[in-house]
């Protein structure tokens, strides 16, 4: 059981826009920056966005981030196959004392 | 350009120890932590614990307290994340990644992963 919360999966077609949530409390998300990752099949997580909504150089535009209070959503636009992945929520939580993800989302491109 | 690269797959019994290099390059290796994530197999990213290369200082999550050790030697810029008392549920890809401290939990670089597995 993740500490953040998110869909197992979501779906949609070539060229549409999805967006992924990740839902926590105010002792992780309320408080604390939100990084995205990517991670492709059978390779390492790729950073996506950082700081709830800042996109590392070499991201795409296509790519978005943002935060309202508990939550946490990562949006992508103009989907493409290769966008196919399994992406992944971050964050600290601050009761915890520790680094905290959500259980992932498997986006397919139908 | 900035690189972690990791040390080989392993295969260990349970009760055993295993100990995961990560050696850095492309960057000054004490102006970032560095992250240990790991990766059971189908399942998701669970963080292992950060150390500061410059400090030493390390967190770690409560549910590997007394199991784990991460250390670094910076004449080598390379990073260390030992666990021991090894159990199946240990069998993982274990990931090194540079940044995930608790004030900004983002890692901007990942190694390509170590597979660990543990079975008798």
């Known amino acids: 059981q993740s500490v953040l919360t998110q869909p197992p999966s979501v779906s949609a077609a070539p060229g549409q826009k999805v967006t992924i949530s990740c839902s926590g409390s105010?002792?992780?998300?309320?408080?604390?920056?939100v990084s995205w990752y990517q991670q492709l099949p059978g390779t390492a997580p790729k950073l996506l966005i950082y700081?709830?909504?800042k996109r590392p150089s070499g991201i795409p535009d296509r790519f978005s981030g943002s935060k309202s209070g508990t939550s946490a959503t990562l949006g992508i636009t103009g989907l493409q196959t290769g966008d196919e992945a399994d992406y992944y929520c971050?964050?600290?939580?601050?009761?915890?004392?520790?680094?905290?993800f959500g259980g992932g989302t498997k986006l397919t491109v139908l | 350009q900035v690189q972690l690269l990791q040390s080989g797959a392993a295969v260990k019994k349970p009760g055993a120890s295993v100990r995961v290099s990560c050696k850095a390059s492309g960057y000054t290796f004490t102006s970032f932590g560095l992250s240990w994530v790991r990766q059971a197999p189908g399942q998701g990213l669970e963080w292992m614990g950060w150390i500061s290369p410059y400090s030493g200082n390390t967190k770690n999550p409560q549910t590997l307290q007394g199991r784990i050790t991460l250390t670094t030697d910076k004449s080598t810029s390379t990073a260390y994340m030992e666990l021991r008392s090894l159990k199946p549920d240990d069998t993982a890809v274990y990931y090194c990644?540079?940044?995930?401290?608790?004030?900004?939990?983002?890692?901007?670089?990942w190694g390509k992963g170590t597979p660990v597995s543990v079975s008798s």
């Open positions: 971050g964050t600290w939580d601050s009761s915890l004392g520790a680094g905290v």
């Open positions: 700081d709830n909504n």
């Open positions: 105010s002792s992780n998300i309320g408080n604390n920056y």
């Open positions: 990644a540079r940044g995930g401290d608790q004030h900004f939990f983002y890692m901007d670089v």
